[in-house]
């Protein structure tokens, strides 16, 4: 089976832009997640898709927001980007109990 | 308030001898923990999971074991290789939830 893929790779944005970030998870899967990290916070959970719907969301502001299709691809929006939003974001989805992350999306904002 | 923690930041260790990771968590309920390994560069790949009711669980080389009184769980390599250098992070299932919470991770240094 293909991992999870994550496009794109790298990003590079201005102060009040918005971004949006791509994520293919492994065939079958139906739960998909999205993480920040970075390196003073670690991993931070934003928010997880299950079948289209949000079935659970981390402590971010609105200006975070995802969704899923119905292939299960997801997305996630960032509007109004600030300085601290310069992060990598990581997609993962859900197996039995195991996450499989992507690669994740350099985003640096300047 | 609620958090994970693991141990140390940063560990060094010989080259053969066992690297023991820490990772210690509060007001969480847990139905199990995991382990996961990150090079630079690239996504957490899993590793081992324990469950809530279970001490202790192998898998080659490693070992992980899960204290619910202690709200611990210890993660051990043997004979640790230069090619285990990597950053390490437990993450903990809530009961009842679907979500993961990770600790920060431990970056792993052996020494050949």
């Known amino acids: 089976k293909a991992g999870v893929t994550q496009t794109p790779r790298y990003l590079i944005k201005t102060r009040g832009q918005q971004v949006t970030l791509s994520c293919s998870p492994i065939s079958g899967h139906r739960s998909v997640s999205w993480y920040q990290q970075t390196p003073g916070q670690g991993l931070q959970f934003l928010f997880e898709?299950?079948?289209?719907?949000?079935?659970n969301k981390g402590n971010f502001p609105g200006r975070f927001s995802g969704r899923q299709f119905s292939n299960s691809r997801s997305e996630m929006n960032v509007s109004t980007l600030e300085l601290g939003d310069s992060a990598l974001y990581l997609c993962a989805s859900r197996g039995s109990y195991e996450q499989y992350f992507g690669p994740g999306t350099r985003l640096t904002v300047t | 308030s609620q958090k994970i923690e693991q141990n140390s930041e940063a560990l060094n260790i010989q080259e053969g001898k066992t690297a023991t990771l820490t990772c210690n968590y509060t007001n969480y309920s847990p139905a199990y923990l995991q382990w996961y390994r990150q090079d630079p560069g690239r996504g957490p790949v899993f590793l081992l999971l324990i469950r809530e009711n279970e001490k202790e669980k192998r898998k080659e080389r490693l070992k992980v074991t899960f204290d619910t009184t202690l709200k611990q769980s210890l993660f051990h390599i043997t004979a640790s290789q230069p090619a285990d250098s990597a950053t390490y992070l437990c993450a903990l299932v809530v009961s009842g939830t679907y979500k993961y919470i990770f600790g920060t991770g431990t970056r792993l240094k052996v020494l050949a």
């Open positions: 898709y299950f079948s289209e719907t949000q079935r």
